[in-house]
């Protein structure tokens, strides 16, 4: 993973939904990604799609490095044709996440949509972030998930650039 990238991905999971989302999620955080998983895909998606947010977020963690200079919070409203998103971040070094609205159907194709709470709050876990999304409204399951990952990828961008006012990390305590 490349936080400071041109929004390029190569992901390979055995789960299309969620390639599909990771894909969107990289396009609009500008970040680049390469991702290969395998896992119990015949079974059901949830381990494979937890372990890849586990990895990712371990990974998003790292490539902050020692996170001077950055702007530390970030957040994004996203509108996918009838549902909105809004995803606001902290990356404070405090893992939290919190999940508000609703997702209306069980299923989209095949995938669960209960992992994507799943997903998110493993990523939020291991990046050692604070995460808050809010589904504002929405009918279509997809557009819903899709408004959210697309403005993840927004919030995480903004949280991630560099201030040029801010000196060392942002932080009154003087580190994340």
């Not at 990523?123 to 990952?149: D, K, S």
């Amino acid at each position: 993973m490349n936080i400071d990238g041109e929004g390029k991905s190569s992901i390979k999971t055995g789960v299309p939904f969620l390639e599909h989302m990771l894909d969107l999620f990289t396009k609009h955080g500008q970040f680049d990604l390469d991702i290969k998983a395998n896992g119990d895909t015949e079974i059901d998606d949830h381990h494979t799609t937890e372990d890849i947010g586990i990895c990712l977020g371990s990974v998003f963690k790292d490539a902050l490095g020692d996170k001077k200079g950055i702007k530390r919070y970030g957040q994004a409203m996203v509108p996918m044709d009838d549902a909105l998103a809004q995803v606001v971040v902290d990356l404070s070094n405090r893992p939290h996440f919190e999940l508000k609205g609703d997702i209306p159907a069980s299923q989209v194709g095949t995938f669960d949509t209960e992992l994507v709470d799943e997903f998110l709050w493993k990523f939020a876990l291991e990046a050692r972030m604070n995460l808050h999304v809010i589904i504002h409204y929405g009918r279509n399951t997809h557009h819903i998930i899709e408004a959210v990952f697309k403005a993840l990828g927004r919030a995480l961008d903004e949280a991630t650039m560099i201030d040029p006012r801010v000196k060392g990390v942002p932080s009154t305590k003087g580190m994340l």
